[in-house]
């Protein structure tokens, strides 16, 4: 079993040794998320933050066996979010300290909330999007036949019914894709029944 000291990267005792300030959260010491934060609380609350977690119970090093049980907590609790995510969580709970009715400082709980509501939202995964030249193509089409339903209805006849309808076959064919080579033209089936 390893020392508590060790696992909470030697916590915070009686007070904040100032001689290891923090870098901020992208430490490139690997600073503990835990003691980041006790860091900033403790410059925000004073005294008050470290006595809402002592016990009075000190390890061999001298430190408060209950900070540092704490902070392994908030350790594993914070391991979640990002160092930003925690520095600004950070910097609301300092904004909130220097109000006049604010008196205490945050529970782990209450910390947490704060993250999560400061933590970046996951964007959902693109949705594959259908071949939008196919979906012009077939809206141009349903336009045309609507086109030509209504030429039908209002153009006068100049020409037989059938011939007609013929040709409006022939003009849907086409707007739906297919090649006029591959119709019998109206003329063709009129010369074979003559």
Not at 44 to 57: E, N, S
Request: a neutral charge; proline letters at 8%.
């Amino acid at each position: 079993m390893r020392p508590i000291g060790e696992l909470t990267g030697g916590a915070v005792a009686h007070s904040v040794d100032t001689a290891v300030a923090p870098v901020g959260p992208a430490d490139e010491r690997g600073q503990s998320p835990s003691r980041y934060v006790f860091l900033r609380m403790h410059g925000a609350y004073g005294a008050q933050w470290l006595d809402k977690w002592r016990t009075g119970l000190l390890d061999a090093e001298g430190k408060d066996r209950g900070v540092a049980s704490v902070m392994a907590q908030w350790d594993v609790a914070l391991g979640g979010f990002s160092r930003e995510t925690i520095a600004k969580a950070c910097d609301a709970v300092q904004d909130e300290a220097r109000r006049p009715d604010h008196r205490f400082p945050p529970s782990m709980p209450e910390f947490l909330a704060q993250c999560r509501a400061l933590s970046p939202r996951r964007q959902p995964p693109p949705v594959a999007l259908p071949d939008l030249v196919r979906v012009s193509q077939q809206l141009e089409g349903r336009e045309r036949l609507a086109e030509i339903r209504r030429a039908a209805l209002i153009e006068p006849k100049k020409v037989g019914p059938l011939e007609r309808m013929h040709d409006l076959i022939v003009e849907a064919y086409q707007n739906a894709g297919g090649q006029i080579e591959d119709l019998v033209t109206w003329s063709m089936l009129r010369q074979a029944g003559d």
